[in-house]
């Protein structure tokens, strides 16, 4: 693999995911629209006038809507992964993704370059719904929109991986709407994106430990920590672990020599 | 090197936020029975002070070297030595003291005896009460005019504010107030007594010259019904610019523009906040906060709540000292 030829490959890949998503302007306004719905009305509705309990890495009580800003921008990054994956399968039923794959470079480093493109180009929304909840008074440490960089992309990544992973099992197009039942939802509910731990932890201890094995959750508390200028070890090593996980059965998956893919292809 | 920025710039950006001045807060543990001593530049508990029962009211001395703690249970006062942390002696007051002041001349202290209706005046090198004012039903609030020639006395029950001369201690006046009136505080100039009321969540200011009410301070907090914003402690900033109202169960501190009346921000604290205390240089609010068991460190520069710290059971009173 020449250096050269990589990096106009990757620069190709950037190119062509960062064109698709500025031409889905639906996409843009309902991936801006989501979580300023759930900041605006669902945490609201949710009495929480008299604060919550100091839960790390707040150092005091705060009202719903700044616990909840960090898992809705993990959110951002969930549906984006998953929108991307999305348009894995498409790309694979129109024959690009086969183009794709028969570039002379490494499967890994193909998938990479396209899972790193798809988060980048997903960041600056999370950026402006970061901005954007300023006004309801969730007003982290400057530097904390800085901090909370690399917690974004790792945790872009890992969900990006694990996206990955979901459309190279997944047959066809139609499947996808499953994919929403069966994986966005449960993701998103069983985490600490809309309840501490310790609310969990009271509604059943299966909840709790489920949201504790949870990926997602420690996507949402590094995401966290890191606006406010923390570091949580755990949560990094899981997001971490789960990103090399899943992007390596990703890179397995999309191996039409001996992966799930050849195997589809015999039926 | 990535560890170590993650370790270090947390640290730098919190000792750059925190209370600069080396100051020492002290906090009455009603249900503990202890004072706790909180560095105020770490923001951490450094020691806790075994005390009489039920203590509540707390005040320094003249020189900052002496703590008064009421002992509400102990019907006395417990004096403290700030440098050895403990208990060097008592002083009498009647019976079941809550709040207290200590008289601007250093030697005498005013004490409101709930269950007797009575006001006593405490010399404090005699250590024995020199004199009683009789005033209204369950008396609370305390407060001494800054040029020592009133002290305030509010009586919850009564729903009133007695004003007694210092001197003579003749009762002065008394001015009708809202329902279940708890603190009191003069301005620095001595020319207005705010008087909060815990029943109907507001403060009312008078003119101590004239002894008219000049005005009203409402306080609502969205979301939150009228019965649940209830008005308690207040503490008045050196230049008598801002006041700083505790509002009990609605779980905020409200900050008051004493010109216009009008609120200008609620900080949200721990649960049922009674007390409120300024640090020397005026920059950060404490309120101590009776159920949730902690107290709040408000950054008035940047009018946020830092931190919220685990004290003991039931934080009642709260002073800043060196």
Known sequence: MKRRHALRALNGIFHRELLRTLRQRGRLVSAMVRPLVWLAIFAAGFRSVLGLSTTPPYQTYVLYEVYVVPGLAAMMLLFHAMASSLAMVYDREMGSMRLLLTAPLPRWYLLGARLLASVVVGLPLVYLFLVVARYWDVRPPMLGYLAVLPALVLSGLMLGAFGLLVSSLSTQMENFAGVMNFVIFPMFFASTALYPLWRLAEAGPVLATVAMLNPFSHAVELIRFALYLRFTPISFLVVLACLLVFFLAAVVGYDPGRGLWSRRGDQ | ?322
């Open chain 2, 1 to 322: 090197m990535q560890v170590l920025i993650v370790i270090v710039v947390p640290l730098l950006l919190s000792a750059l936020a925190g209370p600069a001045a080396a100051e020492t807060i002290y906090v009455s543990n009603e249900q503990d029975n202890t004072v706790a001593v909180i560095d105020g530049a770490t923001m951490t508990l450094s020691a806790t002070i075994d005390v009489g029962r039920r203590p509540r009211g707390l005040a320094l001395s003249a020189d900052k070297k002496i703590l008064f703690v009421a002992e509400g249970d102990g019907n006395r006062i417990d004096v403290v030595d700030l440098a050895k942390r403990q208990i060097v002696g008592q002083l009498p007051t009647g019976a079941d003291p809550e709040f207290f002041v200590v008289h601007p001349d250093g030697k005498r202290l005013f004490v409101a005896n709930e269950n007797d209706n009575l006001v006593s005046v405490v010399d404090i090198a005699a250590a024995q009460v020199i004199g009683t004012v009789d005033v209204g039903v369950e008396p609370e609030g305390m407060a001494v005019s800054p040029d020592g020639r009133y002290v305030a006395c509010t009586s919850e029950t009564s729903s009133m504010v007695h004003l007694i001369d210092a001197g003579s201690l003749e009762l002065v006046d008394n001015l009708l107030v809202d329902t279940r009136p708890r603190a009191a505080a003069f301005s620095p100039d001595g020319k207005r007594l705010w008087v909060s009321s815990e029943i109907r969540g507001t403060v009312t200011v008078f003119d101590t010259l004239t002894r008219a009410q000049t005005g009203k301070v409402q306080f609502e907090v969205q979301g939150i019904r009228r019965e649940g914003v209830q008005a308690v402690g207040i503490e008045m900033s050196r230049n008598g610019g801002t006041a700083y109202v505790a509002l009990g169960p609605a779980n905020r501190v409200a900050e008051v523009d004493t010109g216009t009346l009008a609120v200008r921000r609620l900080y949200l604290v721990g649960q049922r906040p009674w007390h409120v205390a300024l640090s020397d240089d005026q920059k950060h609010l404490i309120s101590a906060n009776g159920n949730s068991g902690d107290i709040s460190f408000i950054d008035l520069e940047n009018d946020e709540v830092l931190k919220s710290l685990p004290v003991g059971r039931g934080p009642w009173g709260v002073v800043v000292g060196p």
